[in-house]
């Protein structure tokens, strides 16, 4: 059974810090790009960084660049997003998801998480 968990979601501040984390089972992450994706209310979804098979990291935005970063642990079956200077609009459910190839178009991705909240507010 293929699952993608997301964990690591909550409340900060602007300016604050989280990491992410999207742990993988019944298959090995490392032979796909894991995207990564989030969705504020009432917003649509949109693309936010991925990390290729290869650990080339593709930015979907640039207000992320300089902020987040993504990261694989093979050993873990794990992929980490760092977010940094987190700001109120960087607030959203964040969704890791597989696929063949890195892409901003969240249909070319095959398999998701249930996605984790993230919270920024004073």
């Known amino acids: 059974q293929v699952h993608l968990v997301e964990s690591g979601g909550g409340l900060v501040q602007p300016g604050g810090s989280l990491r992410l984390s999207c742990a993988a089972s019944?298959?090995?992450?490392?032979?796909?790009?894991i995207g990564w994706f989030r969705q504020a209310p009432g917003k649509e979804r949109e693309g936010v960084l991925c990390?290729?098979?290869?650990?080339?990291?593709?930015y979907f935005r640039e207000s992320v660049k300089g902020r987040f970063t993504i990261s694989r642990d093979n050993a873990k079956n794990t992929v980490y997003l760092q977010m940094n200077s987190l700001k109120p609009e960087d607030a959203a459910v964040y969704y890791c998801a597989s696929g063949r190839v890195c892409s901003s178009y969240w249909s070319r991705y095959d398999y998701w998480g249930q996605g984790t909240q993230v919270t920024v507010s004073s």
């Open positions: 019944g298959f090995s992450l490392d032979d796909y790009g």
């Open positions: 990390i290729t098979s290869s650990n080339g990291i593709a």
